[in-house]
């Protein structure tokens, strides 16, 4: 019994991670993806694989496991894609920060407040990036930034103080950071537990951005919106170096090609999709406030100590923010 068991353990392993090309032209990559059907970066990795696909004449074949669908939770992605639980996945990075520090820097509050920023600050952080990728037996294909990120709540306040002790879920503990230095109450949770929270009012505003409302249909719970953007997170897709390996140098430049040609139409996609995405909130009635300039020097003000602190705590980087603030002029 206890051999049967060994046996379809080992089939169930083999089946969530890869097909080994062993008996077959084809190798089969699952990749984990924790965001639900229909999301943009769904639809950008379908692409990537489809082209993936038909650049390597079916050698290399990448199925999106949409919605969690794996079992995999997002801040364990990075360790599960190192021990080959499965051989692909989309992470976000900040969500890796446990593991490593450096992928708390996007997270920094108000470090990046754009994607022109980000973008520079990735010239600087991704090498080192890449470098905790091969220690933990991975290689990271491409960044996608998510859209600008916005608060979500019930109410309309044109002060910090209004806000305060508000159950605020934040996806990540950077973002659970930013708004607990705010005064809301900053509560974890991930995207599958949000919709239940909202709809039991167990939280009452929500940090995330406008693609995720619409994905979470926000105007059932919530009425204004509000844009913070305090943090410039990313998604990272990655591949276990066991499975790349399996794959011939000719297809990897073939890969390599695909992940660097489209990363910046990418890039540009999460954009016109959180653009897009306002206007489908407003067209479901929620609110786009402006507020004071007066707010957002509170907000700034607040989360400095934030900032300075979770920086000094972070020796390596320390020289990857210095020198991107000097690149932007800041």
């Known amino acids: 019994m206890r051999i049967f068991s060994t046996l379809i353990a080992a089939t169930v392993v083999a089946t969530l991670g890869m097909s080994t090309p062993t008996f077959s032209q084809t190798l089969t990559l699952n990749l984990a993806e924790p965001l639900p059907d229909g999301n943009f970066m769904v639809k950008a990795n379908t692409q990537f694989a489809d082209e993936v696909a038909s650049a390597t004449g079916g050698a290399v074949k990448i199925v999106i496991h949409p919605g969690g669908a794996l ?129 039991s009012g167990r939280v009452d505003a929500v940090v995330t951005s406008a693609t995720s409302a619409v994905d979470g249909r926000f105007w059932e719970f919530l009425k204004y919106v509000y844009v913070v953007n305090g943090t410039g997170l990313s998604h990272i ?60 020097d509170d907000i700034l003000a607040r989360t400095r100590p934030l900032l300075d602190g979770k920086l000094a705590d972070m020796p390596t980087a320390q020289p990857i923010v210095a020198d991107y603030l000097k690149e932007v002029g800041r």
């Open 71 to 199: 079992g995999f939770a997002g801040p364990d992605l990075l360790r599960s894609v190192r021990d080959g639980l499965v051989p692909m996945a989309n992470m976000a990075g900040v969500q890796q920060n446990g593991e490593d520090k450096l992928f708390d820097t996007e997270g920094l509050p108000f470090l990046v407040n754009n994607q022109e920023e980000l973008a520079v600050l990735h010239k600087h952080l991704r090498p080192a990036l890449e470098g905790v990728a091969a220690r933990y037996n991975q290689k990271f294909l491409y960044f996608v930034p998510t859209p600008a990120q916005y608060l979500y709540t019930k109410m309309e306040v044109d002060n910090l103080n209004a806000l305060a002790g508000l159950q605020t879920r934040g996806g990540d503990k950077s973002t659970v950071d930013v708004v607990t230095a705010l005064g809301m109450a900053g509560v974890f949770l991930p995207w599958g537990e949000l919709i239940p929270a909202l709809a």
């Open 237 to 296: 897709v990655s591949i276990n170096l066991d499975s790349w390996n399996q794959i011939s140098p000719e297809n990897q430049a073939k890969i390599e090609e695909i992940a660097a040609r489209l990363q910046p139409e990418f890039w540009a996609l999460s954009k016109a999709q959180g653009d897009n995405a306002i206007k489908v909130l407003e067209e479901n009635g929620m609110v786009l406030v402006n507020y004071p300039q007066a707010m957002r």
